[in-house]
């Protein structure tokens, strides 16, 4: 019970701030329409692949870019947290690391998820996908699954770095490899080795595979191996983002 | 060693960063009720003591109890009896007041029929009913001050710890956490233990403060025996033909320095013996005593070690010192 009410609280107060915080949602919004629009229409205008348009390809990946960079951000933003004492008066309150990292990720879907919806609002009316109401829920579950894992590592992330300034680091050396590595804006049949090997350690490719079975009906993994992926990568960041906060209520 | 009303007592406490012995070997014991004072300069150890005791930071060796709980051991049961302020503004300046004493509420599993009350009593406590529904982004450093003490006690903890309550604030602003504070101690019993670096709010607002510097404890005792250790208060004469040899004579006098005009000395037990003084001085023209601070009793036991604690006569370097310090 005071556990639940402490992951309410934290949940509470992520969501109050992001409906605060316009600037974030505002651009967390717009960018995977501009990739959508700018990117998909430019290179669209003279490829396509696995039969369909190539802003319909990318689709998918654009809804897992979202998911990634919502996410990541989101983890890592605690580093702004860590600068005041906020977060000291969390980690000082008597509840378990385990509620703060729950409440903390269901504050991360409550920004992730929103998103997910508009952008696949936006390929149902302007791009011509067609998902019936089962498919949708279909995204939304793999959604929720990507993000789960996606914004642990955030946290973990987050929870290790002493200053905003190795952000950058994690974009160059986390975020892109993560995202132009997954499949999100090519097809990954016929990669060079290496590439493909790449790409097989890449755990947002599973997902990046399971949300093109689920919209443009292609995928290249068996559906069990990629949700098992999805799965054991969400465990191991919700345990790692445990871990980490137990370790930053001991020396922060 | 203890006693049964000591609410922390923390035994060879230490904590080491690397090279750095950050703190080195505290022995505190603090009562039931009173209101502790961590008095030193910026970097003695006063905020790492408390993270320990706070369960926030693992000591490196030693041991500490809050509320007969062990720091190490029991933390849970260590949070659950303890409300913090910290140095660094805490409180969400994207939530309201009243929203972050909420969100407090259900950290601390404040039962639900009790918590719009307990939110109420404690916004009145603080003065902050007015402003309750505004961001805290909209609040003076003063406001925020008292909203994280109101944060701080609203689960009625054991123990408070003020780290740095009034740092940064306007003198206005200082003097209302301080009558807050005071007020607090009175109402409900409450045990606060504060670190400060300011001289006045330790001596204004503890009952017994310990001086610690580079980690270590160089002073404790009440504010009033502190000063009697250093003892010596300053006098200032202006006298038209000072009787030196007079003065000299004088058991109670040391330091005796002449300057045109005016001589200075410094006075053990100064109203018994002001009379004396007048009488023996010469045709006096002004008088000024400065009486001994806190300031002065830091400088004493920091600016000399603890070797010669008594040392006489230091008064006059003491007070340069001050003088050029407060440059």
């Not at chain 1, 559906?223 to 871990?243: G, K, N, P, S």
């Amino acid at each position: 019970m005071g556990e639940l009410e402490a992951i309410y609280a934290i949940w509470l107060r992520e969501f109050k701030v992001y409906l605060r915080e316009r600037e974030r949602v505002i651009s967390s919004l717009i960018s995977p329409l501009l990739w959508l629009f700018a990117f998909g229409t430019g290179l669209g205008s003279s490829v396509s692949f696995s039969g369909v348009n190539y802003q319909q390809f990318i689709f998918p990946g654009i809804i897992t870019m979202s998911i990634l960079f919502t996410s990541i951000f989101y983890g890592t933003y605690i580093i702004w947290d860590k600068r005041l004492d906020f977060l000291k008066a969390v980690l000082v309150a008597p509840i378990s690391r385990s509620s703060m990292v729950a409440g903390k990720v269901l504050g991360g879907l409550t920004d992730v998820m929103p998103q997910v919806l508009i952008i696949l609002i936006a390929g149902i009316l302007l791009l011509g996908i067609k998902l019936s109401m089962l498919s949708i829920l279909y995204v939304f579950g793999i959604s929720l699954l990507i993000a789960i894992g996606l914004i642990c590592l955030g946290l973990t992330l987050g929870a290790n770095m002493s200053s905003p300034e190795g952000f950058s680091l994690v974009m160059t050396f986390l975020l892109w490899p993560l995202f132009l590595f997954s499949g999100a804006l090519y097809p990954v049949d016929n990669l060079p080795p290496w590439l493909a090997w790449v790409t097989h350690m890449d755990p947002v490719a599973y997902g990046v595979d399971m949300l093109q079975g689920a919209i443009i009906g292609v995928q290249h993994n068996p559906v069990y191996l990629d949700l098992a992926v999805l799965i054991l990568f969400a465990i191991a960041m919700a345990i790692t983002a445990t871990i980490s906060f137990g370790r930053m209520q001991q020396t922060k | 060693m203890a006693s049964a009303d000591s609410v922390i007592i923390t035994n060879q406490l230490t904590r080491k960063f690397g090279e750095l012995t950050a703190v080195n070997g505290l022995n505190l014991e603090i009562k039931k009720g009173e209101i502790f004072g961590l008095l030193g300069p910026n970097g003695a150890g006063k905020t790492t003591t408390i993270s320990m005791l706070t369960g926030m930071l693992r000591p490196t060796s030693g041991s500490a109890s809050v509320h007969g709980f062990d720091v190490l051991h029991e933390t849970p049961k260590v949070r659950k009896s303890i409300g913090i302020v910290f140095q660094e503004p805490s409180v969400d300046d994207l939530l309201t007041g009243r929203e972050n004493l909420q969100m407090h509420a259900l950290l601390y599993g404040i039962p639900a029929s009790e918590r719009k009350s307990a939110i109420d009593k404690m916004l009145k406590l603080v003065e902050l009913e007015e402003r309750a529904d505004s961001l805290v982004r909209t609040y003076s450093g003063g406001m925020r001050r008292r909203l994280e003490i109101a944060r701080g006690i609203m689960h009625r903890p054991k123990v408070l710890f003020l780290d740095e309550p009034t740092l940064g604030l306007d003198p206005q602003s200082r003097q209302h956490i301080w009558d807050h504070i005071k007020q607090l101690r009175d109402e409900t019993g409450l045990t606060i233990v504060l670190t400060t670096h300011y001289m006045d709010e330790a001596d204004l607002l503890c009952d017994r403060i310990m001086i610690v510097d580079k980690g270590k404890q160089i002073a404790l005792g009440t504010p009033e025996q502190l000063k009697q250790n250093v003892g010596h208060d300053l006098v200032t004469l202006k006298i038209k033909n000072p009787n030196l040899p007079a003065l000299q004579k004088l058991g109670f006098i040391s330091g005796l320095k002449q300057r045109d005009g005016t001589v200075t000395m410094s006075v053990t037990d100064i109203a018994k013996n002001m009379q004396k003084l007048l009488n023996a001085a010469g045709e006096i023209e002004s008088v000024e005593v400065h009486r001994v601070t806190l300031n002065d009793v830091f400088l004493h036991y920091a600016g000399h070690g603890l070797e010669d604690e008594h040392g006489e006569g230091g008064y006059f370097e003491r007070e340069m010192q001050s003088q050029s310090n407060r440059k």
